[in-house]
């Protein structure tokens, strides 16, 4: 347990933080999912729909520093890819 006033306000912040961090993972994670679904359903106009909306998610996830900025565009590189694909 913390021992001082300052270590238990960094407890709380840290608490926040996780938080609104993992939320923020976690709907990034989710518009992924959407569009790699509707790619395997085969729905490819709806896949490229949701695309610019994963898109963004990804790159407000890394401008909060939820992940790193070389990993959001590795997710965003395959994805596009995969879209990309699957209308071929």
Known sequence: MANSKSALKRIRQNEIRRD?????????????KNVRRAIELGELEQAAELLPQAVKTIDVTARKGVIHRNTADRTKSRLV???ARAQA
Do not use: C, F, G, L
């Open 20 to 32: 609104r961090n993992r939320a923020a993972r976690s709907e990034m994670r989710t518009s992924i």
């Open 81 to 83: 890819r995969a879209v």
